[in-house]
């Protein structure tokens, strides 16, 4: 029995049965199912960054980002390294920056220590990375390879191959975790709203994605009223590219059973990109008027319950390299 299982029953509780946890989800409109699934999702417990003598973030990351060949090593997400868990030679990433809008490791900063976006990544890779924004990266870029580790992987030279891009005002994640890197960030936009923790009443920051590059700032301090992180088309399109498999599901699995909430974005796969075009595209649109969705593409949304949690979403393409109007049908995962 691997670690991630002994740590989902030893913790069990909300994450149990997925259908039970979405049980309450109101999909009548994409703003409904925002609203409701931040509902579902916010309240989570926090676990401390490090501690040794509760369960701290470490151990529940060196689980999620366990080599399923060798449960004594960890894989790193940007080198993709397979490395000894005992040596712990590898940092912890912030893949939406704490610097934008959360900086301090102090008890009541939920998102800091938020597993859902944490990663466990080579330190070489994570000083790079920085707090620069995720966007595609095809020119003018400096390249961080990733090394071969249970067949993928590897290879230099050929943008954009298997490899990291860098330039300094943005950081292309390789292609096998691209979409990984997205789910993190679209949780954190509909995790935190503001307003406060449900049981404990601590302050919470709004953090948002955008396409706005001007928005996109360090806060000092304490945390952020409102904070944002970017660039929200690419992060809905990694995710599409590089859809949830076995380990989005058991980082998945692993922080639900550790501090109690999931990543929608790794379970109802169909709604959340459908309701992200809609809803998350549509606020930012709002928000931020010369902010545009990538290649002219346009949700129309139209989501409905079938039988238990079932989902069934349409929506039609407008981008030119796709007939128009498409349909798309996708039932929940
Ligand atoms: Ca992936
Ligand atoms: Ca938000």
């Given at each position: 029995?691997?670690?991630?299982?002994?740590?989902?029953?030893?913790?069990?509780?909300?994450?149990?049965?997925p259908d039970?946890y979405y049980a309450g989800l109101n999909v009548s409109s994409p703003?409904t199912a925002?609203?409701s699934l931040?509902?579902?999702?916010?309240?989570?417990?926090?676990?401390?960054?490090?501690?040794?003598?509760?369960?701290?973030?470490?151990?529940?990351?060196?689980?999620?980002?366990?080599?399923?060949?060798?449960?004594?090593?960890?894989?790193?997400?940007?080198?993709?390294?397979?490395?000894?868990?005992?040596?712990?030679?590898?940092?912890?990433?912030?893949?939406?920056?704490?610097?934008?809008?959360?900086?301090?490791?102090?008890?009541?900063?939920?998102?800091?220590?938020?597993?859902?976006?944490?990663?466990?990544?080579?330190?070489?890779?994570?000083?790079?990375?920085?707090?620069?924004?995720?966007?595609?990266?095809?020119?003018?870029?400096?390249?961080?390879?990733?090394?071969?580790?249970?067949?993928?992987?590897?290879?230099?030279?050929?943008?954009?191959?298997?490899?990291?891009?860098?330039?300094?005002?943005?950081?292309?994640?390789?292609?096998?975790?691209?979409?990984?890197?997205?789910?993190?960030?679209?949780?954190?936009?509909?995790?935190?709203?503001?307003?406060?923790?449900?049981?404990?009443?601590?302050?919470?920051?709004?953090?948002?994605?955008?396409?706005?590059?001007?928005?996109?700032?360090?806060?000092?301090?304490?945390?952020?009223?409102?904070?944002?992180?970017?660039?929200?088309?690419?992060?809905?399109?990694?995710?599409?590219?590089?859809?949830?498999?076995?380990?989005?599901?058991?980082?998945?699995?692993?922080?639900?059973?550790?501090?109690?909430?999931?990543?929608p974005s790794?379970t109802i796969l169909s709604l959340w990109s459908a309701f992200l075009?809609a809803?998350?595209?549509?606020?930012?649109?709002?928000?931020?008027?010369?902010?545009?969705?990538?290649?002219?593409?346009?949700?129309?949304v139209s989501l409905s319950r079938r039988p238990q949690l079932a989902l069934k979403v349409e929506w039609?393409?407008?981008?030119?390299?796709?007939?128009?109007?498409?349909?798309q049908r996708y039932s929940r995962l």
């Open positions: 029995m691997n670690s991630l299982i002994l740590l989902a029953l030893a913790l069990g509780g909300a994450c149990a049965d039970s703003e925002r609203t931040h509902s579902l999702i916010e309240g989570h417990t926090r676990l401390p960054y490090t501690s040794a003598t509760q369960l701290d973030v470490w151990t529940v990351l060196e689980i999620t980002d366990e080599d399923p060949t060798d449960a004594t090593r960890i894989i790193d997400v940007y080198r993709n390294q397979s490395l000894l868990k005992i040596d712990r030679d590898y940092q912890r990433e912030h893949s939406w920056p704490a610097s934008y809008g959360f900086p301090n490791d102090v008890s009541t900063n939920y998102p800091y220590t938020d597993l859902h976006h944490l990663h466990l990544a080579d330190g070489s890779y994570n000083a790079s990375r920085g707090n620069l924004p995720f966007d595609w990266c095809a020119s003018v870029c400096d390249e961080r390879p990733t090394e071969v580790t249970n067949g993928i992987g590897g290879g230099t030279g050929a943008y954009p191959g298997n490899s990291n891009w860098r330039a300094s005002d943005r950081w292309e994640v390789w292609k096998e975790r691209r979409g990984d890197i997205a789910r993190g960030l679209l949780y954190m936009d509909v995790r935190y709203e503001g307003g406060s923790h449900p049981v404990t009443g601590v302050a919470e920051p709004d953090l948002i994605l955008t396409n706005e590059r001007s928005l996109i700032v360090t806060s000092g301090g304490s945390n952020a009223a409102v904070a944002y992180m970017g660039m929200l088309s690419v992060l809905i399109e990694w995710h599409e590219l590089d859809p949830p498999d076995l380990r989005d599901q058991a980082r998945n699995e692993g922080a639900c059973a550790a501090q109690g909430n999931r990543n790794s075009r809803a998350v595209g549509r606020r930012s649109l709002r928000q931020a008027s010369s902010t545009t969705l990538a290649k002219n593409e346009r949700a129309v039609f393409h407008t981008a030119s390299s796709m007939p128009r109007p498409t349909t």
